[in-house]
């Protein structure tokens, strides 16, 4: 069992920044797939960033390689997604989401993360054009 919580979300203007941050308590000496997801009125959920905690390459959204970045620290059980160069068009609540899975194991969103057991309680993000 994992908790995650989330936090960082807020208002801001096209092309600020945001770091979102995810503290997981629970099971955290296994390791997880784990990462982002976002959800827009009237759109469906969809995967942004995820990572394994064990280590292995990233997954990204088109939409958003090469703006947002995603990361932890082991040490504190925390995981991040670094927001840059925002577009009204990244506004949606953000959910942290993790399923079990073998270190280096790649991690993809499966669609729109049915296969993730565990999520947070989700953090607003907003921006302005």
């Known amino acids: 069992q994992v908790q995650l919580v989330e936090s960082g979300g807020g208002s801001v203007q096209a092309v600020g920044s945001l770091r979102l941050s995810c503290v997981a308590s629970?099971?955290?000496?296994?390791?997880?797939?784990m990462g982002w997801f976002r959800q827009a009125p009237g759109k469906e959920r969809e995967g942004v960033a995820i990572?394994?905690?064990?280590?292995?390459?990233?997954y990204y959204a088109g939409s958003v390689r090469g703006r947002f970045t995603i990361s932890q620290y082991i040490a504190k059980n925390t995981l991040y997604l670094q927001m840059n160069s925002l577009k009204p068009e990244d506004t949606a609540m953000y959910y942290c989401?993790?399923?079990?899975?073998?270190?280096?194991?790649?991690?993809?969103?499966?669609?729109?993360?049915?296969?993730?057991?565990?999520w947070g309680q989700g953090t607003q993000v907003t921006v302005s054009s």
């Open positions: 990572i394994n905690t064990g280590g292995g390459s990233r």
């Open positions: 629970g099971d955290t000496s296994s390791t997880y797939c």
């Open positions: 989401a993790a399923r079990p899975s073998p270190p280096g194991r790649d991690c993809n969103p499966a669609g729109d993360g049915f296969l993730f057991r565990y």
